[in-house]
């Protein structure tokens, strides 16, 4: 079993459609969550960031934790076409320590 | 955020060669980290580039094959040895400015092709 489990998709959804985005995990140590965007031939951005349970919004985006279930979402309201990238979830059980990556859902919005 | 660069953004290369990548950070920073994204697949780590010592590499990763330097705050290198077809892959490698910071930033990779 992977440490963490992301479907890989691909996703395609409309623009302006809400987006909904899960990893699950297997390790309770975790407790730092991040998701990365990664357009096609670049490195991986750091898009939203979050310790421990919680929700945190940053404009359109979401992420939630849940770590009772080992389950964290990402949300993207009002998805445009510069939305469409692969969707990395991340996490790591110390600050500034060791990442561990789900495989990524390559989320396509068609305009 | 911290600005990070790699060379070279690409290469094509022949069985049993090897090469080296570059990273190059715009300030200093505490922890370096190279990680391997092969075709379709996510992120792995592997190895911490050390400053001044030799670097802490993950199962499944060794140093002859895999040999590292991190010669200042700024600066490491990756050499990928005596490749394969298999070692066709993007490279990359992150940062983390302070040990306190909970974030990794990525350069924007090095993508290899071993024919």
């Known amino acids: 079993q992977k440490e963490v489990e992301q479907d890989p998709g691909p996703l395609s959804v409309p623009e302006g459609a809400i987006v909904s985005l899960n990893c699950t995990y297997s390790?309770?140590?975790?407790?730092?969550f991040m998701w990365y965007r990664q357009y096609s031939r670049k490195g991986p951005e750091l898009l939203m960031y979050?310790?421990?349970?919680g929700n945190k919004e940053d404009g359109r985006f979401t992420a939630q934790v849940d770590k009772s279930s080992k389950y964290i979402s990402l949300f993207i309201r009002d998805s445009q076409p510069s939305d469409s990238a692969t969707y990395l979830c991340a996490m790591s059980a110390f600050s500034a320590s060791k990442i561990i990556f789900g495989s990524g859902t390559r989320l396509s919005i068609r305009p | 955020s911290a600005v990070i660069s790699q060379k070279p953004s690409r290469d094509i290369c022949q069985r049993g060669t090897s090469l080296t990548i570059q990273c190059q950070v715009d300030s200093q920073v505490t922890m370096m980290f190279w990680y391997r994204q092969q075709p379709g697949q996510s992120l792995t780590l592997i190895a911490t580039a050390n400053q001044g010592s030799e670097a802490t590499y993950e199962s499944g990763f060794v140093i002859d094959k895999f040999p590292i330097s991190r010669p200042n705050l700024t600066f490491s290198t990756l050499t990928v040895s005596n490749m394969s077809p298999e070692d066709s892959s993007i490279y990359l490698c992150?940062?983390?400015?302070?040990?306190?910071?909970?974030?990794?930033?990525f350069g924007p990779g090095t993508r290899l092709l071993v024919l």
């Open positions: 992150s940062v983390v400015r302070t040990r306190q910071s909970e974030t990794q930033y």
């Open positions: 390790n309770s140590a975790f407790q730092y």
């Open positions: 979050t310790y421990s349970s």
